[in-house]
C-alpha cells in the first residue's frame, strides 16, 4: 500500500500541505485532508470585507481543486481523537483512518474566561470575528447599523495570537466605514499590550485619515483590565462602565483545541515543533502547522502557515518516498490596508535553528512614505492575497 497522510485541518497551512504533499509526489503518497466546512473564508482580507473593499465571495474558497487536480482525498468532518501509538485519527461521524504521518494545522481557539463576561453563546452579541465567515458578515452588519454617533468598542487580545497587526487593521477599516457613513461615531480599542505590530504606522494614519475618531486604552490606561457585559452591551474597563454599540471582543488564543487532545501543545496552549521539519517535539510521526505553533520569531499569519507547509510538506516527501529535503527556509509578509491606497507592510526571512525558527532579516514600511509608495504597497498586497490562496487551494 501507498504511504499516507492525513492532514487535520483545510486552512492556510493544511491546505498548502495537502496540495504539496499531493503534487510533488505524483501519487506516491495517498493524501487525506479533513476539514468540516465547505467553503473556507480567508481571515486575510477579511477586513478588507468590512472596509468595503471587497466582496465576501473572493474571500471564498473550496476543495473542489485540490480533490479534482491533485487528488487529495477531501473528506468533511471533524477531527475529535488521535491515537498516537494506533497512528489513527477518529473523527465526529464515526471513522477512524489511519496514518503514516499525520500533519495537524487547526488553527486557533480562543481561551475560556479571557475577558470575563464574554463566551461563545455571547459570540452574536459581541462578535469576534477572528474566525472568517458568518462571524465577519456579522460585525460588518453591526458597525453599518450603528446609531449616529455611537461608539464601537474593540477588546484587543494579549500575545500571542493569529495576525499581529490584524485588530489595527480593522480599526482602520472600521473607521474608513464610519468616515464615510457616520462621522461623528466614535472608536474606542482596549488593548492589554503597550506596544503593537506597525504600531506607529498606524497611529500615523489614523491621525492623517480619521482625526480625533481612534481612542486606543493600553494597559497604563486600564486597556489591561477589561470585562464586558453583552447583555447590557457595556464594558468596563478598568472600572469606569461605558456603554458602547458595537463590541468586537478577540479574546486570548491558543491551538485549535484537537492540538489539545492529542497531547501536542506546551504548558503555553501551543505546540512546541523542531523547526527544520515542523515535527511536533512531542510526536515525531506529527508535523504542526500555522498559528497552533509555537514557530519561533514567525508571526502567526497565513504567509507563515503557508511557509511552514512547504517545509512539513518536503520533510513529509523524504521520510515516506525518500525524496531529497533541503535546508528549511521560512518567509512571511504581513500587509495591512489604513485607508483607500494606503498599504504598508512588515516582513521577513527565516531559517531553522536547533531552538527556534530563527529571522535572518526583515524590513518595515516607514512613516511618512509618499503616496504613490503606499498605493503600490497595496497593489502588492492585491498581488499577493491572488497568488498564496492558488498556491493554498489550487
Ligand atoms: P486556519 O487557516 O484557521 O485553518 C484551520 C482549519 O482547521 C480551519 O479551516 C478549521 O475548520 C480546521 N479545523 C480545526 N479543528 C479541526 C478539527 N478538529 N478537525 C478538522 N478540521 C479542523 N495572515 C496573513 O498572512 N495576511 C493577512 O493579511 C492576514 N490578515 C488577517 C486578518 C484577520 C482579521 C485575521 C483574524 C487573521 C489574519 N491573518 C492574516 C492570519 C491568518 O488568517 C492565519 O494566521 C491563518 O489562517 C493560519 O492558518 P492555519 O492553517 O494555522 O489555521
Redesign the pocket.
Known sequence: AKPRVVI?????????AARYIAKDSQGAIDVIL????RT?Y??????LYIGGFRELNSIAHNYGGLASEYGVNVVH????GVDRDAKTVS??AGHSLAYDRLIV?????FVDGAVPGWSTAAQNKMPH????GSQ?QLLKAQIEAMPEGGTFCMVAPPNPY??P???Y??ISMVAHVLKERNPTAKILVADPKPKFSKMALFQEGWERHYTGMVEWLGPDFGGGNVSVDPDAMTVDIDGSVEKVDVCNV?PAQKA???AQ?AGLTDASGFCPIVPATMQSRMDENIHV?????IAGDM????????SQ?KVAAMAVRAALTGSRAFPAKFS?????LIDTDDGVKVGASYQATEEKIAKVDGFISQTGEDAALRKATYEE?LG??AG?TADMFG
Open positions: 487535520v485541518g483545510g486552512g492556510a497551512g493544511g491546505a498548502t479533513i476539514e468540516p466546512t473556507y480567508t481571515c486575510f482580507f477579511s477586513n468532518d471533524w477531527v475529535i473523527t465526529a494545522a487547526p488553527g486557533i481557539d470575528s477572528w474566525k472568517a465577519t493569529r495576525c497587526p490584524g485588530p487593521e480593522r478577540i485549535g483545541h484537537i487532545v502547522l500555522g498559528d497552533a505553533t508571526p502567526k499569519s497565513g504567509f507563515s502557515a503557508n507547509a512571511n509578509t504581513c500587509w495591512s498586497s499577493w492575497y498564496i
